[in-house]
């Protein structure tokens, strides 16, 4: 039995140990994330067992109860280990023990084996068969694979690069595995989910090390290496920075600063579209790319970043530059801190104050 789960299951294992191996040393990375991805691998871990002794009870029909039991673990831990994925990308407020209730539809429905065939059972030769209601056991994995989709949608629509087709696409892979395993049999769903739990782990990661950690936005590092990959996309660009910071951090301390800046962050966030993207690329410095040529746009959305962050009692300066011809980005980005620069001047003037308190 242990050489026909190796033989079986080889790629399955080894990716198990390898991603426990990830998680148990990044412990500290994504703490509700990371528990989450402890469901889809443990319940990984237990399509293997299951499926190996389930394979041996195959061969004795004596061992028909046991058989039942392991096909009816089988498939619910299929969907657990569905839910696992799922709250891995679900926002944390929208997380609800709601989301279990199809794992114990499948239990419910997968357990009636045991006295009636409406969901599967056996023959006069022992060989397995599903009933009427024998695909609950796989829609109900296809079913968490439309939320996680129509949970990531707004990234996939927002977002710039390729990498924001690494969720769809493991989503996809699940599907077809799952479909293959349920109308031609076979372990390919075990193999699709470790596969899609190890790139959303690394996808999470790479995500993070692009993150600015005190406002959410891009930081400097992602600045730097979207500069260089749209840069045929790259239309205009926006140049912020807050005023006052150095006086909120002197007189009211350094967290009350850091909370200036998050919020800052935040409402640049919140104004801008699928078509830009925001940046911090320093302590009060920020930048948008833009991936349009609308003069209106552009001063449509830096008005409504000003009045945003003004109703939050802060203020920033803004000045933004067209990309004209094969100008160099460097160079935009010079004429868009001039205009920001100006916009600073004017606001320590109308303040009567022209030391500016950054």
Known sequence: MVMDMIYRHLITVFMIILFSLKLWYRKSFRDVETKFFW?????????????????????????????????????TFRSVAAVGLLLVVMPKKKQSPLVWIPCFITLLVSGTAFFTDIAFGFDENYAFYRGPLGLVAFAVPILYLVMILWTTRKFVIEEKGYER???????????ASSL??????????????MISSISFYVFLYTHDNRRDSLT???????????????????????????????????????????????????????????????????????????????????????????????????????????????????????????????????????????????
């Not at 600073?344 to 500016?356: C, E, I, T, V, W």
Request: proline share 0%; with cysteine; aromatic share 10%.
């Open 216 to 358: 959410g936005l891009l930081n400097r590092q992602a600045f730097y290496e979207d500069s260089v990959v749209f840069a045929k996309d790259i239309k205009a660009v926006v140049s912020l920075d807050m005023n006052g910071l150095k006086e909120i951090n002197d007189k009211q301390g350094h967290q009350a600063g850091d909370k200036a800046l998050a919020t800052i962050g935040l409402c640049i966030e919140q104004a801008l579209g699928y078509d830009a993207q925001a940046y911090r690329v320093g302590g009060d410095e920020f930048l948008i790319l833009v991936f349009h040529n609308s003069k209106d746009r552009i001063k449509k959305a830096t008005d409504s970043i000003k009045e945003s962050i003004n109703n939050n009692g802060y203020f920033i300066s803004v000045g933004y530059s067209l990309v004209e011809g094969n100008e160099d980005l460097e160079e935009t980005i010079k004429k868009s801190d001039k205009a920001m620069y100006e916009d600073k001047a004017l606001f320590y003037k109308q303040r009567g104050n022209d030391r500016r308190s950054r």
């Open 165 to 175: 087709l690494v969720i769809p696409i493991c989503a996809l892979l699940c599907l």
């Open 180 to 193: 293959v395993d349920a109308y031609a049999g076979g372990i390919r769903l075990n193999e699709a989910i």
């Open 39 to 75: 469901v889809t691998v443990v319940s990984c871990i237990v399509l293997v067992i299951e499926d190996s002794f389930e394979t041996m009870t195959a061969n004795y029909e004596s061992l028909r109860f046991w058989r039942t039991l392991l096909s009816v673990i089988g498939y």
